[in-house]
């Protein structure tokens, strides 16, 4: 699997670059670029890779790769590539839990990894994720639970700074993300 994995890394970083580059509004047409990625990348592995966060995870590793490597900062591209891979995901059959978990979780590590900022990157994954569910139908309300709660944990596992900001910047920038983290603070009877 995890060599499968590596492949649709390598796979999407390619296809995402050869797509973007030489375009002029990148961020306009990155949701797009990233579906279309994603969708071709789903019907040729199969039907096992459509299980578990790990294959949007992957998707939204080689997106942000492949923005970076062509000269775009990558935490404005975030909405656009978590929407393009969860609106895919879903569309090809993955289920809507697993896609916004692992690219919401993915954004926020590669932004990391990328030397990007946190705290823009998990507002703007959040936003993306909720877009995408509720362009293909899907409960933006589950939604976005899952995704607020997500860019929590993988902030408080990025650590540092980030679990404040991000928690800060969660409230104020996404509708309904104050009453989600406090009921994660309450204990559970």
Same mark, same amino acid.
């Given at each position: ?14 296809? $995402?670059?050869?797509? !973007?580059? =030489?375009?002029?509004? %990148?961020?306009?047409?990155? +949701? *797009? /670029? #990233? &579906?279309? @990625? ?21 998707? $939204?590793?080689?997106? !942000?790769? =492949?923005?970076?490597? %062509?000269?775009?900062?990558? +935490? *404005? /591209? #975030? &909405?656009? @590539? ?21 690219? $919401? ?42 995704? $607020? ?41």
């Amino acid at each position: 699997m995890l060599n499968l994995l590596s492949q649709v890394v390598n796979g999407v970083k390619g296809g $995402v670059t050869s797509t !973007l580059s =030489g375009v002029g509004d %990148i961020a306009g047409s990155v +949701v *797009g /670029a #990233v &579906k279309d @990625v994603t969708v071709t990348t789903l019907k040729e592995s199969g039907d096992f890779v459509k299980q578990g966060v790990e294959v949007p995870a992957s998707i $939204v590793k080689g997106s !942000l790769e =492949g923005i970076a490597s %062509i000269g775009t900062a990558s +935490v *404005g /591209a #975030v &909405k656009g @590539v978590v929407d393009g891979t969860v609106q895919g995901f879903i569309e090809g059959g993955g289920k809507q839990d697993d896609a916004v978990n692992g690219a $919401v979780a993915q954004a926020i590590i590669s932004s990391k990894d990328l030397g990007e900022d946190v705290t823009d990157t998990a507002v703007s994954a959040v936003k993306g994720a909720v877009e995408a569910v509720g362009s293909v139908g899907g409960d933006t309300a589950s939604a976005t639970k899952e995704a $607020v709660q997500t860019a929590f944990t993988t902030a408080t596992e990025v650590g540092g700074a980030s679990v404040d900001s991000v928690t800060e910047a969660l409230k104020s920038g996404v509708d309904g993300a104050g009453d989600i983290l406090e009921s994660m603070k309450k204990p559970r009877t």
